[in-house]
């Protein structure tokens, strides 16, 4: 069974601050990794993809991937109360399908 | 630029009752198409995906089923609802070869 863990908080955070999210997962042979967002009754939205180890920034968003230690991050900095959401980590399994973890629940605070 | 739909947005169904939930893509050709479900509180759980007219890979045993009668048409559907089908159902594609994937609306099923 291929595996995505995540904490599922929730993570409160302080407005400005750095907000950061761990997901880790279990087949070694995954090769691309994704971070949605996901609003309270809304379908989840791509956020962030990542390939290749090492980090990858865009805006306010760095994810960072650890191959070796099977392990990929997302943080958001200077965090917004609009930032507030549920965060998905997804891993492809080969064959054209993702797994994806349950969630990190954000919060934060004005 | 592509777009996916999905309706109904909510649906309050009775037990025992059909189901069909409809999802269609514009602006791609062959796509891959998936159905999931999110249940209160969980994660998104793979039910059904599609990589062509007619061909369907089933993910989880249940009474749900899935078709794809059109390039860009994915319908769920089950001939009758249990309590536990309840659940947020969300459609989703993907351009063949590429694992980005991208969400519909959803549907929120209710069975009562």
């Known amino acids: 069974q291929k595996e995505v863990e995540q904490n599922s908080g929730p993570l409160s955070v302080p407005e400005g601050a750095i907000a950061s999210l761990n997901c880790t997962y279990s087949d070694r042979g995954s090769q691309s990794f994704f971070w949605y967002r996901q609003y309270s009754g809304k379908s989840p939205e791509l956020i962030m993809s990542?390939?290749?180890?090492g980090d990858k920034e865009d805006g306010r968003f760095t994810a960072q991937l650890n191959k070796a230690s099977q392990y990929v991050s997302l943080l958001i900095r200077d965090s917004q109360p609009s930032d507030s959401a549920t965060y998905l980590c997804a891993v492809s399994t080969g064959f054209q399908k993702l797994v994806f973890g349950t969630g990190t629940r954000l919060l934060v605070s004005p | 630029s592509q777009t996916i739909h999905q309706w109904p947005a909510t649906l309050v169904q009775p037990v025992g009752s059909p189901l069909s939930l409809e999802c269609t893509v514009e602006?791609?050709?062959?796509?891959?198409l998936y159905w999931y479900r999110q249940a209160a509180g969980r994660g998104l759980q793979l039910l059904f995906y599609?990589?062509?007219?007619?061909?369907i890979s089933s993910e989880v045993p249940q009474n749900l089923s899935a078709s794809r009668p059109q390039d860009r048409q994915f319908i769920l559907s089950s001939k009758k609802l249990l309590l536990s089908d309840s659940g947020f159902y969300l459609c989703?594609?993907?351009?063949?070869?590429?694992?980005?994937?991208?969400f519909g609306a959803g549907t929120r099923l209710s069975v009562l």
């Open positions: 990542i390939y290749s180890n």
């Open positions: 599609s990589v062509g007219i007619g061909q």
């Open positions: 602006g791609t050709s062959n796509p891959n």
């Open positions: 989703a594609w993907s351009v063949p070869g590429k694992n980005i994937q991208y």
